[in-house]
């Protein structure tokens, strides 16, 4: 397996992003992912109870399709809160592309990402469809990642290839944000383009194994998105055998979780006003989900997170946020070591002494950049 | 009932408070609380499953102990995460009082506030102990309330007399923050004394509602000590009939629901580098659990609270909070009216229309000024 810097797409892919206004800065604002020939689709979506309209219409295009072949997103508006009109609206843009793509509305999916409880302006996007469509290009993804950024300081995107059964393999996996940077744009959205050739089962599998131990491990602030979304498409145009189980599943497996940790750390990296890039592990755990649970309530600790930026090595912190987590811990039990605070990566371990299991969970530091960034908007 | 103001302690009590030499301002670090005859005591603590070694002790005594006379606090060191070392010296601490009080070593309590992972400097509680005891008195709570501050801005006294089947009643209840100004200074304490005659059963029933509506209703960042501590003494010295149900002890029950939430609401008010006292109702929710929890996750949110710092009224970052809450909540439920948060005072009120039970928590907003504070500390 190796990465693959400023590659072309997989196979069967092609990618466009432009300005269609929504922004008020200009900037691109409106991306196309489209696959010949339709590809499987898997999705894991916020687990949030309030859900932003585009996703309402897509987990719905999801059940009904059998396969997907665009996906439509814009910034500069999340369309949540926005009731049956906001659905309407989100309707409404499949309709439009579905009309230029001349394809299926229901095998379009939709995403949305920025302020919260405002229509969408749906004529502006009505108005980017054509030239959206007949801009798409095996090089179009570089566009595309930079029109679903909201206040991220830079595009995310991580290729790799690798051979699965004698056939050349190819993913590619943008993301944007949490970055959280403006009020109600903290929306985390990942897509991912394969060519291999999977069934459904495995694709699924692949990616909640993938999506657990990256996406799910890093925490900027705790709080929780409407609109997060994490997609793979797998168009089949690689011609492997399909991948099913044994070696051909772990290899796409492993290459899916590289994608997502790659991005997940890309996300923190680019948090709101960071100044840390902070490694949580926590290890000798009973298992994987207490480890990861007491990793992530150091991650939210804003006591710890503040001490980080302040590269005071308090290890009280630690202690108070690790017995806050709801696991019984000894006292005893517990050994902190602290790397050093003064460099901009940061490494914490807490080790519990009582089991074989572990989990890595990345953060960043709380700054008064955060809560400048968060305050001033209006 | 009435609020009193700048009173002398309820009959039976008295208290002092002297620096001895813990703290390096040189200011007051540790306090007695002493009641003749001893009085029956209920007292919640932390959940956290790290629990400082006076705490421990405390449990210990509280088990073993008919009744309690004096309750011995300092700041300045928790005394937390230092093991058996730790507890020998919380033992020791309480034997150097039993013997300059002359009273059984059981019937002490012991507290801690300060630094976490640090041993007590148990030789200058020691050398503190006579002056603390010839010092006491029935005006010397304010000097207490002073000796148990770690980083507060200002000590925090309620007093409440009421009448219970025809006899006076007093509460004097003292507490100091959730400051966390400092690191590991996080811990909350809570001292009431009262002269009523009581049922332990009855006692505890209303320490425990009071609580739940007050100390547990409060969020300054989300962050739980290894030492808070809320305690009640009841020395009986009042005469009234003992309080077991009925009126008196509905009467009884709505002082001490009034002394803890008066103290709470202080306790935020002098929370790390606030500038906003927030109230957040949740209302016509299904059950009190519910509407409280969903109250938590909006107090809890850090965008929540840079947009009240920075006074913008956006109520995405409510939407969001109270969908992360993990309630199924409808968007065609949800009913948000944030108030001016021009004012120092803000309300956020948040109807779920579907019940008739309703939350009310406090809150401060998240500032510059609280990172500064948990930054700076060496």
Redesign the interface.
């Known amino acids: 397996m190796k990465k693959v810097l400023r590659t072309i797409l997989p196979a069967g892919f092609k990618a466009n992003g432009v300005a269609c206004g929504l922004k008020r800065s200009a900037k691109p604002d409106l991306a196309l992912l489209y696959s010949d020939p339709a590809a499987l689709a898997c999705a894991k979506f916020t687990t949030?109870?309030?859900?932003a309209a585009p996703l309402i219409v897509s987990k719905k295009h999801l059940k009904s399709a059998g396969k997907i072949q665009a996906v439509l997103v814009n910034s500069g508006n999340?369309n949540?809160?926005t009731?049956k009109a906001g659905i309407n609206d989100a309707e409404a843009s499949c309709s439009y592309l579905a009309a230029e793509l001349k394809i299926a509305k229901s095998s379009i999916l939709v995403n949305s990402t920025g302020?919260?409880?405002k229509r969408l302006d749906i004529a502006k996007i009505k108005q980017g469809i054509p030239k959206l469509v007949s801009g798409l290009s095996l090089f179009g993804i570089q566009r595309a990642e930079k029109a679903i950024m909201t206040t991220d300081t830079f595009p995310k995107e991580v290729s790799v290839s690798l051979k699965i059964g004698g056939k050349i393999v190819r993913l590619c996996g943008i993301a944007k944000g949490a970055g959280?940077i403006a009020?109600?744009m903290?929306t985390m959205l990942c897509f991912i383009m394969t060519d291999a050739r999977i069934t459904k089962q495995a694709l699924n599998k692949s990616l909640s194994a993938a999506v657990d131990k990256s996406f799910n491990c890093i925490s900027v602030?705790?709080?929780?998105?409407?609109n997060d979304t994490v997609l793979v498409l797998a168009n089949g145009t690689a011609g492997n055998n399909i991948i099913s189980k044994g070696k051909g599943l772990q290899d796409f497996s492993e290459a899916l979780g590289l994608v997502c940790l790659d991005l997940a750390r890309m996300i923190v990296r680019d948090a709101e006003g960071a100044t840390k890039f902070i490694q949580i592990d926590v290890c000798q755990a009973d298992n994987f989900h207490e480890a990861k649970k007491i990793a992530l309530n150091i991650a939210?600790?804003?006591?710890f997170k503040?001490?980080v930026?302040?590269?005071?090595p308090?290890?009280?912190?630690v202690?108070?946020?690790?017995?806050?987590?709801?696991?019984?811990?000894k006292?005893?039990q517990?050994k902190i070591k602290l790397g050093s605070l003064k460099e901009k990566q940061v490494k914490l371990t807490v080790s519990l002494s009582r089991g074989k299991a572990s989990a890595t969970v990345y953060t960043s530091d709380?700054?008064?950049g955060?809560?400048?960034i968060?305050?001033?908007?209006?």
Chains 1, 2 share one sequence.
Not at 48 to 51: A, H, L, M
Not at 314 to 317: K, L, P
């Open positions: 949030n109870s309030i859900i999340a949540c809160f009731g302020i919260i409880g959280m009020p109600d903290a602030d705790g709080c929780m998105s409407t939210n600790s804003a006591l503040s001490a930026f302040g590269e005071n308090n290890f009280g912190r202690v108070a946020a690790v017995g806050a987590s709801g696991f019984k811990i006292e005893s517990l709380l700054t008064p955060y809560i400048k968060n305050a001033q908007y209006n």
